[in-house]
Protein backbone atom coordinates (compact mmCIF):
# COMPACT_ATOMS: atom_id res chain seq x y z
CA UNK A 1 0.00 0.00 0.00
CA UNK A 2 1.31 3.59 -1.08
CA UNK A 3 1.45 6.19 1.49
CA UNK A 4 1.79 9.52 1.36
CA UNK A 5 2.28 12.20 4.18
CA UNK A 6 2.52 15.88 3.77
CA UNK A 7 4.17 18.79 5.44
CA UNK A 8 5.28 22.55 5.33
CA UNK A 9 2.12 24.09 5.08
CA UNK A 10 1.25 27.18 7.38
CA UNK A 11 0.53 30.84 7.68
CA UNK A 12 2.21 33.36 5.41
CA UNK A 13 2.17 37.20 4.65
CA UNK A 14 1.58 37.69 0.93
CA UNK A 15 4.59 37.94 -0.96
CA UNK A 16 6.20 35.26 1.12
CA UNK A 17 7.52 31.43 0.76
CA UNK A 18 6.79 27.78 2.18
CA UNK A 19 8.39 24.67 1.03
CA UNK A 20 6.37 21.60 0.94
CA UNK A 21 7.11 18.38 1.27
CA UNK A 22 5.43 14.78 0.57
CA UNK A 23 7.17 11.71 1.60
CA UNK A 24 6.04 8.41 -0.31
CA UNK A 25 6.62 4.80 1.17
CA UNK A 26 5.50 1.64 0.47
CA UNK A 27 5.96 1.92 -3.41
CA UNK A 28 8.64 2.12 -5.60
CA UNK A 29 8.73 6.09 -5.63
CA UNK A 30 12.05 6.05 -8.60
CA UNK A 31 8.70 4.54 -10.94
CA UNK A 32 6.15 6.97 -10.25
CA UNK A 33 4.98 10.52 -11.67
CA UNK A 34 3.88 12.88 -8.48
CA UNK A 35 1.70 15.49 -9.04
CA UNK A 36 0.53 18.61 -6.09
CA UNK A 37 -2.56 19.68 -6.67
CA UNK A 38 -4.84 21.97 -4.12
CA UNK A 39 -8.68 22.52 -2.83
CA UNK A 40 -9.87 25.73 -1.51
CA UNK A 41 -13.05 25.94 0.30
CA UNK A 42 -16.01 25.48 -2.00
CA UNK A 43 -13.98 24.51 -5.23
CA UNK A 44 -12.51 21.54 -6.69
CA UNK A 45 -9.22 20.11 -6.23
CA UNK A 46 -7.11 21.48 -9.20
CA UNK A 47 -3.82 20.55 -10.47
CA UNK A 48 -0.97 22.49 -9.57
CA UNK A 49 2.54 20.87 -10.91
CA UNK A 50 3.86 17.89 -11.75
CA UNK A 51 7.37 15.65 -12.28
CA UNK A 52 8.08 13.19 -14.04
CA UNK A 53 9.83 9.72 -12.77
CA UNK A 54 13.10 11.37 -13.69
CA UNK A 55 12.76 14.78 -12.72
CA UNK A 56 13.35 15.25 -16.43
CA UNK A 57 10.01 17.12 -17.35
CA UNK A 58 7.74 19.17 -15.07
CA UNK A 59 4.37 20.73 -16.21
CA UNK A 60 2.80 23.88 -13.77
CA UNK A 61 -0.74 25.48 -13.82
CA UNK A 62 -0.81 28.70 -15.76
CA UNK A 63 -1.29 30.48 -12.14
CA UNK A 64 1.33 29.35 -10.56
CA UNK A 65 3.81 29.50 -13.07
CA UNK A 66 6.94 31.40 -12.04
CA UNK A 67 6.17 31.24 -9.44
CA UNK A 68 6.03 27.53 -8.06
CA UNK A 69 9.15 24.85 -8.37
CA UNK A 70 8.43 21.22 -8.00
CA UNK A 71 11.81 18.90 -7.51
CA UNK A 72 11.87 15.23 -6.23
CA UNK A 73 14.77 13.65 -4.19
CA UNK A 74 14.16 9.55 -5.18
CA UNK A 75 17.18 8.41 -2.56
CA UNK A 76 14.58 10.21 0.09
CA UNK A 77 11.05 9.23 -1.48
CA UNK A 78 10.61 13.05 -1.68
CA UNK A 79 8.83 15.44 -3.70
CA UNK A 80 8.96 18.81 -2.82
CA UNK A 81 6.86 22.44 -3.98
CA UNK A 82 8.60 25.26 -3.58
CA UNK A 83 5.95 28.28 -3.58
CA UNK A 84 7.33 32.00 -3.94
CA UNK A 85 5.45 35.27 -4.15
CA UNK A 86 2.50 33.81 -2.40
CA UNK A 87 -0.90 35.11 -2.67
CA UNK A 88 -4.07 35.10 -0.91
CA UNK A 89 -6.00 33.12 -4.05
CA UNK A 90 -3.07 30.42 -3.06
CA UNK A 91 -4.72 29.55 -0.08
CA UNK A 92 -6.30 25.44 0.13
CA UNK A 93 -5.07 22.34 1.16
CA UNK A 94 -2.36 21.66 -0.87
CA UNK A 95 -2.44 17.64 -2.25
CA UNK A 96 0.31 15.35 -3.45
CA UNK A 97 -0.74 12.32 -5.58
CA UNK A 98 1.07 9.32 -7.37
CA UNK A 99 -0.10 8.59 -11.19
CA UNK A 100 0.73 4.82 -10.78
CA UNK A 101 0.21 4.25 -14.40
CA UNK A 102 1.93 7.25 -16.11
CA UNK A 103 5.57 7.90 -16.15
CA UNK A 104 6.51 10.33 -18.32
CA UNK A 105 3.19 12.31 -19.19
CA UNK A 106 2.05 14.39 -16.64
CA UNK A 107 -1.50 14.19 -16.78
CA UNK A 108 -3.33 16.92 -14.98
CA UNK A 109 -6.44 15.19 -14.04
CA UNK A 110 -7.40 14.32 -10.89
CA UNK A 111 -8.97 11.02 -11.50
CA UNK A 112 -5.66 9.71 -13.04
CA UNK A 113 -4.39 9.82 -9.68
CA UNK A 114 -3.98 7.05 -7.91
CA UNK A 115 -2.94 7.74 -4.51
CA UNK A 116 -2.86 10.88 -2.09
CA UNK A 117 -1.87 12.11 1.12
CA UNK A 118 -4.01 13.88 3.92
CA UNK A 119 -3.28 17.33 2.91
CA UNK A 120 -1.27 20.57 4.05
CA UNK A 121 -3.17 23.41 4.87
CA UNK A 122 -1.47 27.02 3.61
CA UNK A 123 -3.03 30.09 4.65
CA UNK A 124 -1.98 33.04 2.78
CA UNK A 125 -2.92 36.63 4.49
CA UNK A 126 -3.45 39.91 2.48
Do not use: H
Not at 71 to 84: A, C, E, F, H, W
Request: charged letters at 20%.
Amino acid sequence: QVQLVESGGGLVQAGGSLRLSCVVSGGTFSRYLMGWFRQAPGLEREFVAGITWSGGSTDYADSVKGRFIISRDNGKNTVYLQMNSLQPEDTAVYYCGVDVLSSRTIRRERRRYDYWGQGTQVTVSS
